[in-house]
């Protein structure tokens, strides 16, 4: 089988909805009504904000929702540009109205919040994020609206290594594992028809996956993976792997991707210092990302991961140059997708069912099909 691998790299593609009809669960009838979704909801809120303040050191602060476009601190969420944020002029009155941007993600502005709150070493931020991402096909797996646990905690340099991330990841898992047992103590229909997340994620770099599964793309490649192992952190996200692309098109300002970690059994080389949380879903049937993180650039990944991407002329934007003057603390930080994670402690069969946004009625009517009622 041969298939495009550069249009592989493009992240959400655009379908059609009477391909999203066939993939939806059949025969789907909810573990929760809407009333009992939203009370389970509420509690796995809680105990997720608990954990993380507990387990990583984080303490609560608030989120932009608008930021200057010249800022450059918001997230672009690719390499090339084509998922563009929602711009707007503002401030009435002014003789040159602010040129500002909805978020995106807050990636790139918790670092800066980590030195703007004075956090200390190993302390860290967390907020509620909300963000709007127009540039998405809509379906039961992904919204233009965003909902996020965005954190982000100060490191010592000699914490940039994969034992570190690794430490992270597993304490940030704990916190997963604590929000899955409260709802299924409090609901006994979850308990009784979902399965708990398992005890431990394995972690497994792009290269291995790749190595393994080496004629697939890379959704199908990820979709195997978490049928063999129901729950994997993948590392090394962004980095160029040994057919000549990366696993997926990460952002080059924020997560390291370019920094040479271990050898493979071969004895080549594997990079990066990030990766994301990935599940298999056993309503839906296929992959289900739950959150994405890293260790974060330095000065000088960040100029080599621009230099590798054409991107040197970000390096003029206030939040680039806070970097390279060590204005702002190296970092590990990540982002957990609140109604993802919802959707997967619940068994949900779509994001619609946790989230209140604007879905298309063509998306409408394919769930109403199926007995799943999106939010409205």
Not at 182 to 204: D, G, N, Q, S
Not at 272 to 292: A, F
Request: with cysteine; net charge negative; aromatic share 8%.
């Amino acid at each position: 089988m041969t298939y495009d691998k550069k249009l592989d790299l493009a992240g959400p593609g655009i379908s059609t909805y009477e391909k999203v009809a066939e993939v939806l669960p059949k025969n789907y009838d909810p573990i929760l009504d809407r009333k009992d979704t939203q009370k389970a909801i509420q509690l796995a809120k809680l105990e997720m904000e608990d954990g993380l303040c507990k387990r990583l050191n984080l303490f609560r602060i608030e989120c932009p929702l608008i930021l200057e476009k010249s800022s450059g601190m918001n997230d672009y969420l690719d390499r090339d540009g084509s998922r563009t944020p929602v711009d707007f002029p503002a401030g009435l009155g002014l003789e040159k109205r602010i040129e500002a941007q909805v978020v995106q993600a807050a990636t790139k502005w918790k670092r800066f919040a980590l030195a703007q709150f004075l956090c200390d070493k190993h302390e860290g931020i967390y907020t509620d994020m909300r963000a709007v991402r127009k540039d998405y096909f809509l379906d039961h797996d992904h919204s233009s609206y965003v909902d996020q646990w965005d954190w982000e905690r100060v490191i010592d340099p000699a914490d940039r290594n994969l034992d570190y991330l690794k430490e992270t990841v597993r304490a940030l898992w704990a916190t997963f594992l604590q929000a899955d047992a409260a709802v299924r103590k409090e609901f006994e229909a979850v308990r009784e028809k979902l399965a708990p997340l398992p005890k431990e994620l394995v972690f497994l770099h792009a290269e291995e996956i790749l190595a393994k599964y080496p004629t697939m793309p890379r959704k199908q490649r990820e979709t195997q993976i978490v049928q063999d192992i129901p729950g994997v952190f993948i590392i090394g996200i962004g980095a160029i792997l040994e057919d000549g692309y990366p696993h997926e098109m990460r952002a080059a300002d924020y997560d390291d991707w370019c920094t040479p970690t271990v050898k493979g059994p071969d004895g080549d080389q594997y990079y990066g210092l990030n990766g994301d949380i990935l599940m298999w879903n056993p309503v839906t049937k296929r992959r289900h990302e739950l959150s994405s993180m890293g260790i974060r650039v330095t000065k000088e990944t960040l100029v080599q991961q621009l230099t590798e991407t054409d991107q040197l002329d970000f390096l003029e934007m206030p939040y680039h140059k806070m970097i390279l003057n060590d204005e702002i603390p190296q970092s590990i930080g990540g982002g957990i997708g609140q109604s993802r994670t919802y959707q997967y402690l619940l068994g949900k069969a779509a994001l619609g069912e946790c989230s209140v946004t604007i879905w298309p009625h063509q998306l409408h009517e394919a769930c109403a099909a199926k007995g799943i009622h999106l939010l409205r």
